[in-house]
């Protein structure tokens, strides 16, 4: 197979307008073809899907899901250019998969690692600089190793980041993307809130057993 090289990757990019992940993607799964590679990302709707990212997005819908049991709620908006995508049958089983995933993922607090703030990121280093795995490795490397799982661990949170639940071999994100290219539109996970029956709520918890003693000493 050939190498799947730096210019390579920029070369299929400048010809699909696909990101850089996209496009390292199809040449490994092309044998470092150019044609076949941007064939592939036409298949999965995410040529030129890039170039749409800068196009206004102000329509689209507010998907809602209920698990079973109601126990867990999702609200999530997602964005089109026109109403006359947000009201098709792709677009909207695009937003009922989102709020699903959303649902399934309980760490998950925002939709992109770009939106997380940067305090975050610090607490997360901080975190990651005092394991104790890490003692006794020069300084140099332990950055190194902090800045991966700082990266990991910021991909965790983030929704777009997240194997998507029926088919774990693409991302949220690329899952997105599929559908922007099929549609012609710029799709855009705007914003998202979960809702877990109970959550925040102190409840005063009894020792039964206890209690049961008790009563038998009475």
């Not at 899901?65 to 009201?87: P, Q, S, W």
């Not at 607090?109 to 005092?130: F, L």
């Amino acid at each position: 197979m050939a190498e799947i090289t730096a210019k390579l990757v920029k070369d299929l990019r400048d010809k699909t307008g696909a990101g850089m992940m996209d496009c390292k993607k199809a040449l490994a799964e092309s044998g470092g073809d150019m044609t076949k590679a941007a064939e592939w990302l036409r298949q999965k709707g995410i040529a030129t899907a890039e170039k749409k990212a800068g196009r206004t997005a102000a329509e689209g819908s507010i998907g809602s899901y209920i698990h079973t049991g109601a126990r867990v709620g999702v609200l999530v908006e997602v964005n089109c250019e026109t109403d006359f995508v947000a009201r098709g049958e792709l677009f909207q089983e695009l937003v009922r998969n989102v709020a699903m995933q959303i649902a399934a993922c309980p760490s998950v607090d925002y939709v992109s690692t770009e939106e997380i703030p940067q305090e975050i990121a610090e607490r997360e280093k901080a975190i990651e600089m005092g394991r104790d795995d890490l003692a006794g490795k020069k300084e140099e490397m332990k950055v190194k190793i902090v800045e991966g799982r700082i990266g990991k661990r910021l991909k965790e949170l983030a929704l777009l980041e997240q194997p998507f639940i029926r088919d774990n071999t693409i991302t949220v994100g690329e899952m997105v993307k599929q559908a922007a290219g099929k549609t012609g539109e710029n799709i855009q996970v705007r914003r998202f809130s979960r809702f877990t029956l109970g959550e925040g709520i102190d409840v005063e918890k009894s020792d039964f057993a206890a209690e049961v003693a008790a009563m038998g000493k009475a």
